[in-house]
């Protein structure tokens, strides 16, 4: 098996939804970190404070085959691309231990995509 980590940084309000959605287009499970995120020149500033939103980073752990659904539900479903609202990126991954409980899921998964 080939996996990939898709990390999503998104707006705390939209966690539930983009693991909700995730999920339904394949992935097995999320790990939620809490973050701040600096982005663009579009912050907000409260008497010369800048009011910065809380972020999540969402990590999705994800059997290759299931990337581009999941990426493509963020962009369709969960407005990822609209500006201020978060980003997805996809990292290689060499190894993997500790999901003996999700490896079933995962051979399933790839049975349906390939046969």
Known sequence: MRF???VVSIQTDLTDEVIDKAKAAGATGATII??????GA????FFGLTIEGPT???????EEHCVKGILQ???????IQ???VGMAMV???????G????IDKFKDQARDQYL
């Open 4 to 6: 990939k980590l898709i």
């Open 34 to 39: 809490p973050a701040r995120g600096i982005g």
């Open 42 to 45: 579009d912050r907000k500033t």
């Open 56 to 62: 999540d980073v969402i990590l999705f752990l994800v």
């Open 73 to 79: 539900t963020l962009i369709d479903d969960c407005n």
């Open 82 to 84: 609209e500006p201020g």
């Open 91 to 97: 990292l290689a991954v060499e190894d993997v231990v």
């Open 99 to 102: 999901i003996s409980n999700q």
